[in-house]
């Protein structure tokens, strides 16, 4: 198997999780396996912004930028499509 990746949080994205809803552990489980799997089916490129990528988990998305040579996922940013551009 595979040496996982890190994952590093920005500071509001703790803020971001706790906001949500409780019950939507699928959100928690989505970040939670981006250290085994940084770019799972459905991930896509995310346009102007080179080497980021968008995780559609429900009614939110996940970005985040990964560094493969370093086996690092960054996620600056989860929260609703309506949002999601505001702290890119």
């Known amino acids: 198997m595979a040496e996982p990746y890190t994952i590093i949080y920005a500071e509001h ?15 928690r ?34 970005i985040d930028t990964i560094e493969d040579h370093r086996l690092i996922v960054i996620v600056p940013r989860l929260a609703h499509p309506r949002e999601i551009h505001d702290r890119l």
């Open 13 to 27: 994205v703790a803020k971001d999780l706790r906001r949500i809803d409780p019950s939507r552990r699928r959100i």
């Open 29 to 62: 489980t989505a970040l939670e396996a981006l250290a085994h799997d940084p770019r799972p089916a459905g991930c896509r490129p995310l346009v102007g912004y080179p080497g980021s990528w968008r995780i559609r988990v429900g009614d939110y998305r996940i």
